[in-house]
């Protein structure tokens, strides 16, 4: 195994217990999507200051691949904020996030989508903290109404893949249809974005 290799597993050993979903299976229901705009929606979270394999960046990994959707699909483009910021330091923030995670905590959001419901596609994007989604995401989808949309969900890691996280949005979000997800590596986003874009388009034509 390559050095580099190594060093990826090896630091992401804290969060090995995580949970992991198979990813198998869609639900299947009605979707009055088609009564709505046909513009989509991308919702993300993402984080800037240093994080692992990056170094100090200036825009989140989860930020890059959220603007390609955006771009290739049309949609409109909401960033999830939250009022509290999180340490740029990569072992603070992961420490802050896991007691969050432990707490079960819904950190408060700045702002929100202006009228929601004329969406029937979201495409909802985060990077993976501790097997799951961050906080703020579930802070987000726990203030708006989710019956009848289809969400595809994607994200950054990087190792984890979806980790938890489809099984996590599909327990938040029971009157949706949740796809199946998209995951691409947090440096490959940041530092390979013609990879990037591939791996995005291939999703997309799905
Ligand atoms: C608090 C925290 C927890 C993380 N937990 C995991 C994890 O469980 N599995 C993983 O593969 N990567 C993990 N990572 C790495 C991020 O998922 C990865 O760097 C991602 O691309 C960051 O996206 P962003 O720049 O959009 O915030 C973690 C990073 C942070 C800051």
Redesign the pocket.
Known sequence: MKATAMFVLSA?LP?AG?ARDTEAGTTQQENPSMHRTQKPLVV?????GE????GD?AE????IVAKMIAQKTGADLFEIRTVKE?AAD?TE??E???RELRDDARPEIAGDVADFAQYGTVYVG??????VP?MGVFTFIEKHDWAGKTVRPF???????L?GSVRALRKALPGATVEDGLAI???V??DDRPAAETAVERWLGK
């Open positions: 992401l969060f995580c993300y979270y993402s984080r800037t994080n692992y394999a990056v960046i989140g990994n989860t930020a999180y990569y923030c992961t802050e996030a896991k985060y990077p993976i903290w501790w097997g961050p994200c950054t890691h990087e190792g984890s893949g980790g590596q947090g440096h986003a940041q």
